[in-house]
């Protein structure tokens, strides 16, 4: 955002996501254009086509998005590529999905990938992640980039991490695993209708009851999810995937709550 926005730029967001594009966008003095979802959480191409002039210089993409858990198709980037603004996609979620944009962005230089450390190797509190960026974007980032590097308690978490992959893979299969089986476990409730996630985490509508109560009881029993209640996402929940046991204790407790 530093290297692309001046003062009265915009960047197109499309709602519900991750909130970190705002924040960003604004404190750079930008402007944050928002073009709602489809119904199914899909990006709504035709209106984020209708939102770009000449003030739009960044699309950010989430895939998977945060909180609905769909990627955006490859057709869509492209397309969105095609008109010239900077495209943005995060993928954050990416090791749960297995999809990605990255071929592209060698014959694209208003493409970047955002990717983290802090998901599938769970090394959130660290701060480290990287992208994937043109040559010459990637040349104007360094210009921009503080001379100080990634922490060195960091830098020995990755190198760790990349050590152990065969086993953190091997995790990240296990939560895709329990994702599937977690999902047909709400589906089973009845009063909850879970959205097919390709992330490491379930987006329910609440069909019968209301979200932040279901939170709020949850959480007295130790069991600490999301709620959603604003215009875009009323009556919502989302889950984090974790081992059977935690499903298997989640179910019980929405059993006896509902
Ligand atoms: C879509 C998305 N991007 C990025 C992040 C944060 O990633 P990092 O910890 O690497 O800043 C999150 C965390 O919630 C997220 O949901």
């Known amino acids: ?34 073009v709602p979802r489809h119904e199914d959480f899909e990006i709504d191409l035709d ?10 210089k960044v699309i950010f993409l989430t895939s998977p998005n945060n909180p609905t858990g769909n990627v955006t198709p ?22 749960f999905s297995g999809v990605t944009a990255s071929p592209l962005v060698g014959d694209h230089e ?20 990287y992208g994937l960026f043109s040559p010459q974007v990637a040349a104007y980032l360094m210009r921009i980039k503080p001379p100080y590097n990634v922490n060195s308690a960091a830098q ?5 991490s990349l050590e152990d992959i065969d086993h953190l893979q091997a995790v990240v299969r ?32 609440v069909l019968n009851g209301q979200a932040q109560e279901i939170h709020q009881e949850l959480c007295q029993r ?19 995937v974790g081992k059977p ?3 298997d204790a989640l179910i019980e407790a929405l059993k006896e709550i509902c």
Not at 2 to 23: K, S
Not at 110 to 129: C, E
Not at 156 to 160: G, N, Q
Not at 224 to 235: A, Q, T, V
Request: overall charge neutral; glycine content about 6%; some cysteine.
């Open 47 to 56: 209106r984020v086509k209708a939102a770009i002039n000449k003030q739009t």
């Open 156 to 160: 020995v978490a990755v190198r760790e």
């Open 222 to 240: 130790g069991i600490f999810i999301r709620y959603y209640d604003n215009p875009l996402l009323r009556n919502f929940l989302r889950i984090s």
């Open 74 to 95: 490859e057709r869509d980037i492209r397309e969105l590529v095609s008109t010239g603004v900077m495209v943005v996609v995060d993928e954050a979620y990416y090791e």
């Open 1 to 34: 955002m530093r290297l692309l926005l001046e003062p009265g730029d915009e960047v197109i967001n499309c709602v519900p996501t991750f909130g970190m594009y705002p924040f960003s966008t604004q404190v750079c003095g930008g402007r944050v254009v928002e």
């Open 245 to 247: 046991e935690h499903t």
């Open 110 to 129: 208003n493409l970047a990938i955002l990717r983290s450390f802090s998901k599938w190797a769970g090394l959130a509190g660290l701060r480290v992640g």
């Open 174 to 205: 296990d939560i895709i695993a329990e994702r599937e089986r977690l999902f047909v476990r709400l589906q089973e409730t009845g009063f909850l209708k879970p959205f097919p996630s390709q992330a490491n985490f379930i987006l329910c509508s």
